[in-house]
């Protein structure tokens, strides 16, 4: 079963941060040439790419959070991560998990980023 759970999420300060994780079924990273990805979608806008990581670790970013934001996997434990240091209001969001692979596009349900003061 393909299985995609993220966690993480929460309220924070504007300047904090947070670490989310996406904990993936081990028949995703088994799969040859896997994408992960983190998307973000807030209330009334489009989901939308935030960073990207290849099987092999080469990593894409939006320009909105280049240098505040880095995405990094551990293939031991079938988890990606979302490190976020220097939140701002904007960067509120449901976020989700994507894992795009040759057999197909797989979601998780997302975890809610507040960034509020």
């Known amino acids: 079963q393909v299985q995609l759970v993220e966690s993480g999420g929460g309220l924070v300060q504007p300047g904090g941060s947070l670490r989310l994780s996406c904990a993936a079924s081990?028949?995703?990273?088994?799969?040859?040439?896997?994408?992960m990805g983190w998307y973000r979608q807030a209330p009334g806008n489009e989901r939308e790419l935030v960073a990207h990581?290849?099987?092999?670790?080469?990593?894409n970013y939006a320009d909105s959070v280049k240098g505040r934001f880095t995405i990094s996997r551990d293939n031991t434990k079938n988890t990606v991560y979302l490190q976020m240091n220097s939140l701002k209001p904007e960067d509120t969001a449901v976020y989700y998990c994507?894992?795009?692979?040759?057999?197909?596009?797989?979601w998780g349900k997302g975890t809610l980023v507040t960034v509020s003061s």
């Open positions: 994507n894992a795009a692979t040759v057999l197909g596009s797989y």
């Open positions: 081990k028949s995703i990273f088994s799969i040859r040439d896997n994408g």
């Open positions: 990581i290849t099987s092999s670790s080469s990593t």
